[in-house]
């Protein structure tokens, strides 16, 4: 499964939820699906108080890396 067009542009945190989000509905079986969208959902609650934007910058490059494996898997 390929990983959705335009990951590129994900700039910020909320461009990169919205990708994600994205993501998940594309993944084969609702359980997976929940379970995704649930790690998605936590991990941005973990994250939420982050402010230094070389920081978020990693996370992003990160989550993206981390949502193309899983799409391929």
């Known amino acids: ?4 067009p335009n ?10 939820y919205r990708y994600l989000l994205r993501c998940c509905k594309q993944l084969p079986e609702e359980n997976i ?3 995704y969208r649930h790690a998605v959902r936590q991990s941005f609650k973990v994250h939420a108080d982050e402010d230094n934007p070389e920081r978020i910058q990693q996370i992003i490059k990160r989550a993206i890396e981390d949502a ?5 898997k």
């Open 1 to 4: 499964m390929a990983p959705l």
């Open 7 to 16: 990951a590129e542009l994900v700039q910020n945190s909320l461009q990169l």
């Open 33 to 35: 699906r929940q379970h």
């Open 68 to 72: 193309d494996w899983v799409m391929n």
